[in-house]
């Protein structure tokens, strides 16, 4: 105790609390202050899914024999995305307008893309890559990439799968 008394404004401190306890005046307040201590508890629990749909790499399939379109086949999500959004670059690796296909969707599928697409509209070299972007009903996005061959130049709007 002898240290405590050395503390500046102790015995004032000391004066106070013996004086409020004595007075009945804040009684219970200030015994709670005095001998203060406090433990906490947290538990955080965790519903549904936290990690981010993977999209599985798309098929490209060349089923049109006038090569006008081809078909994205997709696989690999957890749920069914609200919306995919296309856009493409060219070699220059710039993409421009993009383009949205609404669903419904789901888990898995395919998707037919057209060379007269006006995602391709500012590409002029090919091949171009193909950007497709899942979004989720939370607004988690996955997004996956293909190439493609345009007859740039003719046109025609024919389109080709890239072999991989």
Known sequence: MLKFRN???AALAVGAFALTVLLGIGGASASALWQQSATTTMTVTASGTWSAPVFATPVC???DSANK???????????APAKFTFSAAGTNGV???SADMAGPFG???SLSLFGDSTIFTQVATTPATVKIVATFSGGVQATAYVKVNLEIGT???KIYCVPV
Not at 69 to 79: H, K, P, R
């Open 95 to 97: 993409y421009g307008t």
């Open 7 to 9: 503390l500046p404004g």
């Open 69 to 79: 379109y081809v078909s994205l086949g997709y696989s690999g999500f957890s749920e």
């Open 107 to 109: 888990t898995s599928g």
């Open 155 to 157: 046109g025609n709007k």
């Open 61 to 63: 399939s060349n089923v």
